[in-house]
Structure formats: structure tokens, C-alpha cells
């Protein structure tokens, strides 16, 4: 297959949510990852291109199935992705204009190494994996980035994960991006083992979703900005990339992060090396995107507030003069609010806050540079050389 051109030409997509809120044939709520509706036993399926989870209704030809809304003898077929029937129990369609011959989701595609399902341990290990790369890539594909395998569809540009597991005895596996090949260490799926790294690293969240939205954020650094008009004004606001990561980290391994860094960075972690500072606010930026999405599809309160004061303004932003800035400043701002309320409620169940961060103000002009690659709205960037 071709290779694409590594020029990326999408929609700006401020404006746009997509529903994370979905209804069966029989007006049931139906979710993201379900296969089958427990009220009526219909056949569901989600459509990456239409955002959408819809019941299905069997083909004319064997193995294909049709939207129920689409039953009539024109409409497009679909097929089951093949991961449908394993332990990754995938429930994503493979849409008519991807070939007979394509056997994979747009999802699933972009696996590279899955672990040995042979070890009583690793499918439910995995199914978790696979859960939360499809909420990733839902995203992705909604907000109109660049998603190609690597593995088949675009060796030069593309993306692809690794899962593995540590062995004893052997180097322990490193989750970390490199080319635009993801590890994710598998016991990254164990709550137990989650829950007991995250108390030794001293940190307020580790989640197997975070950490699919960190590690792709270095993809799209390579993707979007490196060597892009992008990068003097990324290396502005984030650091310069270049100076030497390990130092840094042995630094921040000796020493702890700096003392200020909540009023400079999303998290301890970003404060380590320019590199992290964009995976960590890009996670946060994608966090933002996605619960809004879920809140606005879900009614929740708060999300449609316009009556309280605003907890940011354009004076945070990274252009205050930006087009987008009244779109953004109101996104981040139903956001502000609606973080709040989640926060009340996780701890009326007495659980860890559901976002346990306090967003500092150089951190939102971070964000907004983020959302204006994610649109891809150079309009504002200054006239400089990308070598700068």
C-alpha cells in the first residue's frame, strides 16, 4: 500500500464534539464498548469514520452487517473486525471503502506485538489494553489527526504499539515511544500493579488511558511539529528538546522536581524535559477534549454554565489575540467547571478525585498551542523559520 503524504490537511475542529452518548433501536442507552444491547439483543457496532455505536443488522452476504437504520438493498456493508472473537473483544466495524482483504479495525491495525494468549494471566490484561487504545483512537479519528498503521498502511509516518511483558531475569519493559512504535509495559493493565506504582512514584493519577494519551503525544510532536513552523514557538512555551534527556532525568531522579513546578507545569512529571512537558499537556488536553464530549452527550450539569465567572481568560492564552481564543477559553472554562463537580462526586463515593490537578496558568497557554496544532490554525503563528 502507497505510503500518504506526511502533509496533513484536515478541518479545524474546535467547534465540533462527538457524542460518547449512543441509543439502540429500541431507545436504550447503548455504550461505547458494547457488542450487543442488553435490552433487545441486537447486535451492535461502532462506525470510526461516524463516531457512532449503531445496532446492526445482518448483510445479504454472509459475515456483513448493515446499520438497522440503513436496512434497505443500497446501503453499505460492513465486517466484523477480526478481533471481534478474542479475548480483545472488539466491537469496531471495518467499513466498506477499507477492501475485502482488510481482516482489522482501524484500532486494532495498529498493533504490532500483542501479548502471548497462550498465559492464563494475559487476556484480561490485554482486553484492558484494548479498551483503552480504542478510546484513544476514537478520539484521534474525531479530531481529525493523523492515524495510520505502521505495520501495513504507512511504514514511513505511521504509528504501532508493542504490548509486553517483563520476563525475569530480563531488562524490565519500558513503556516510551521511539519512531512512532508505543510499548506499553502489559502490567500497566493490572490495576494492582498500577495503583502500587503510582503510590511508590508519589503520584495523584496513573491510568492505563493516561498513559496511552502521554506516549502518543510524543508520536505527535514527531508528527505534527518537529521540523514544522510549529516547533520555534513548541520549543518557546515547552523547552528546547534537544538538551540531553537522560541528564535530565538522573536530575529529576536525584533532586525531585523543581519547587515551583505547580506554577509552571501540568504535572511533576512535565517538568522533567520539554519532551514530557508536551506528552503531559497534550494527555491533559486530550482528558479536556473527551470529557467534554462525554458531558455534553450525557447532559451533565455544568457543561452548558454560562453564568459563573471564568476561571481563565485571554490573558492566559498563547496568542491572546487568536481567533480561536473565545472557542478555547470556553471549552477550558466548561471544562474548569466541570471537573469540579466530577471531583464532588468521586469523593461522595470516597474515591481518589477524578481529575487531581489544579491547571496553573502557564500550563493554558500550553493547551491553547496544542489546540491550535490539533486544528492546524497557523494563522497566528509568527513569521519565523522552522529552524529557529
Not at 442507552?29 to 450487543?36: L, M
Not at 524490565?172 to 512512532?180: E, K, L, Q, W
Amino acid at each position: 500500500m502507497k505510503s500518504p503524504s506526511p502533509a496533513v490537511q484536515r478541518s479545524p475542529p474546535e467547534a465540533a464534539w462527538k457524542p460518547r452518548a449512543y441509543r439502540c433501536v429500541c431507545r436504550r442507552r447503548i455504550f461505547f464498548r458494547n457488542t450487543q444491547c442488553l435490552a433487545c439483543g441486537a447486535a451492535l457496532g461502532y462506525v470510526p469514520s461516524r463516531h457512532n455505536v449503531y445496532p446492526l443488522w445482518p448483510g445479504h452476504r454472509p459475515q456483513t452487517w448493515r446499520i438497522t437504520a440503513d436496512r434497505d438493498g443500497s446501503a453499505p456493508l460492513y465486517r466484523r473486525c477480526a478481533n471481534f472473537a478474542t479475548a480483545a473483544a472488539c466491537n469496531w466495524l471495518i467499513e466498506p471503502d477499507e477492501g475485502e482483504t482488510v481482516r482489522f479495525c482501524r484500532s486494532c491495525r495498529l498493533n504490532r506485538t500483542i501479548p502471548d494468549l497462550s498465559q492464563p494471566r494475559n487476556p484480561p490484561l490485554w482486553l484492558g489494553m484494548e479498551r483503552a487504545k480504542r478510546r484513544l483512537v476514537s478520539q484521534l479519528i474525531g479530531l481529525g489527526l493523523p492515524v495510520a498503521s505502521k505495520v501495513s498502511e504507512d511504514p514511513e509516518h505511521g504509528l504501532a504499539y508493542d504490548f509486553l511483558c517483563s520476563v525475569d531475569g530480563q531488562r524490565r519493559v519500558m513503556t516510551g515511544h521511539a519512531g512512532g512504535i508505543i510499548t506499553i509495559n502489559l502490567e500497566e493493565a493490572d490495576d494492582a500493579a498500577r495503583e502500587r506504582i503510582r503510590v511508590v512514584m508519589g503520584e495523584p493519577y496513573r491510568t492505563l488511558l493516561g498513559h496511552f494519551r502521554h506516549e502518543v503525544g510524543h508520536y505527535y510532536w514527531d508528527r505534527l511539529v518537529k521540523g514544522k513552523p510549529w516547533q520555534p514557538e513548541g520549543r518557546q512555551l515547552f523547552g528546547d528538546e534537544r538538551q540531553d534527556y537522560r541528564s535530565a532525568l538522573e536530575a529529576n531522579y536525584s533532586g525531585g522536581p523543581p519547587e515551583d513546578w505547580p506554577q509552571r507545569f501540568v504535572s511533576a512529571y512535565a517538568s522533567i524535559h520539554p519532551y514530557e512537558d508536551w506528552a503531559e499537556t497534550w494527555s491533559h488536553y486530550l482528558h479536556l477534549r473527551d470529557t467534554l464530549d462525554t458531558a455534553v452527550s450525557f447532559g451533565i450539569e455544568g457543561a452548558h454554565e454560562e453564568d459563573e465567572r471564568s476561571t481563565f481568560g485571554p490573558a492566559d492564552l498563547w496568542r491572546p489575540d487568536a481567533s480561536n481564543k473565545e472557542i478555547f477559553l470556553d471549552m477550558l472554562n466548561r471544562w474548569v467547571r466541570i471537573t469540579s463537580v466530577m471531583n464532588e462526586m468521586s469523593r461522595a463515593m470516597g474515591q481518589h478525585d477524578f481529575y487531581p490537578f489544579v491547571l496553573p496558568h502557564a500550563a493554558v497557554a500550553k493547551l491553547h498551542f496544542i489546540h491550535c496544532v490539533v486544528s492546524q490554525d497557523m494563522a497566528d503563528i509568527p513569521a519565523r523559520t522552522a529552524g529557529t
